[in-house]
């Protein structure tokens, strides 16, 4: 379950190519997750931490081919994710 309906505007800045005040959790999830993964800080994983399940940033780690592969590693290492890739 997703706790937030919109993104804030702090995150607005992840998504330069859309307009974030469409962006929700409810329909966007992977899109988010896969945003903030690859560029946010710390402030930004947070929230996504705090609106997604573990289970579910996971799913993305793992089925996401958006992320960079230096990006897909860290996360693979940051949750037990199986063998690391040499990137």
Known sequence: AHKAKKIPKFLWKHFWDTDPEKIGLK???AYVAERLLEYGG???IRWLRKNMSQEEIKAVVINSGKLSPKSANYWQLVFGLGEAQDV
């Open 42 to 44: 710390l402030k930004d």
């Open 27 to 29: 329909n966007n999830a």
